[in-house]
């Protein structure tokens, strides 16, 4: 499938700079970006089932609470995932699992 997006120039330029910045050309990305946020089957994954909605909710909601564009409290909670996956991948091998978080 051909697809044509028409993007404001600051999305355009956007595109461009992350684009850049991870090495790849601006059609790239974007059928990244695509894809990754693609539905993983042709079911519709937005109607979350009943056996899960509140918790789902209650994630969705803790989501929005948090969301920023600061990128200094942005940094400081990637530095806190990766101290978290440091310590879970640690306490995996001192069990002997092996490490499954990157």
């Known amino acids: 499938m051909e697809l044509t997006i028409d993007l ?3 999305d355009e330029n956007r595109l461009l700079a992350a684009a850049r910045r ?3 050309e601006p059609h790239e990305l974007a059928w990244r970006l695509i894809t990754e946020n ?9 109607a979350p089932d009943k056996e899960n909605a509140a918790a789902i909710a209650l994630l969705r909601g803790w ?3 948090g969301a ?5 409290k942005i940094r400081q909670a990637e530095r806190d995932l990766a101290d978290l996956k440091s ?14 978080i990157a």
């Open 8 to 10: 404001s120039t600051e």
């Open 22 to 24: 991870r090495g790849l």
């Open 38 to 46: 693609l539905p993983t089957s042709l079911q519709d994954d937005t």
């Open 63 to 65: 989501l929005a609470e």
């Open 68 to 72: 920023t564009d600061d990128p200094v």
């Open 87 to 100: 310590c879970l991948n640690a306490n995996r091998l001192l069990t002997g699992e092996r490490q499954q």
